[in-house]
């Protein structure tokens, strides 16, 4: 059973910094891209930030760039988000994603955890 588990979410004030870090098992993690995204209510899910499965190539929205850095661990079959800079419009539900596309395109989501940006 596909597990990824989200921690590090919180309550922080603008200018601060947090970091989300994503625990996946029950799968070849170094075979997987890895990816953060984030939902608030009434928006569609939108992707944050994404790094392939060696780690090699990472993505980022426009409006993380500079501020936010995804890394993975892959001995330790983990992803982290650091958040820098963190602005009131980043708040958001943060949600982990698993992606491994060969044939068909497999995707895990964890559940997510809550950043709220406030002062």
């Known amino acids: 059973q596909v597990q990824l588990v989200e921690s590090g979410g919180g309550l922080v004030q603008p200018g601060g910094s947090l970091r989300l870090s994503c625990a996946a098992s029950?799968?070849?993690?170094?075979?997987?891209?890895m990816s953060w995204y984030r939902q608030v209510p009434g928006k569609e899910r939108e992707l944050v930030a994404g790094?392939?499965?060696?780690?090699?190539?990472?993505n980022y929205a426009d409006s993380v760039k500079g501020r936010f850095t995804i890394s993975r661990d892959n001995a330790k079959n983990t992803v982290t988000l650091q958040m820098n800079s963190l602005k009131p419009e980043d708040t958001a539900v943060y949600y982990c994603?698993?992606?491994?596309?060969?044939?068909?395109?497999?995707?895990?989501w964890g559940k997510g955890t809550l950043v709220t940006v406030s002062s």
């Open positions: 994603n698993a992606q491994f596309a060969v044939v068909n395109v497999v995707n895990y």
């Open positions: 029950g799968l070849t993690f170094s075979r997987y891209a």
């Open positions: 790094v392939s499965s060696a780690g090699g190539s990472t």
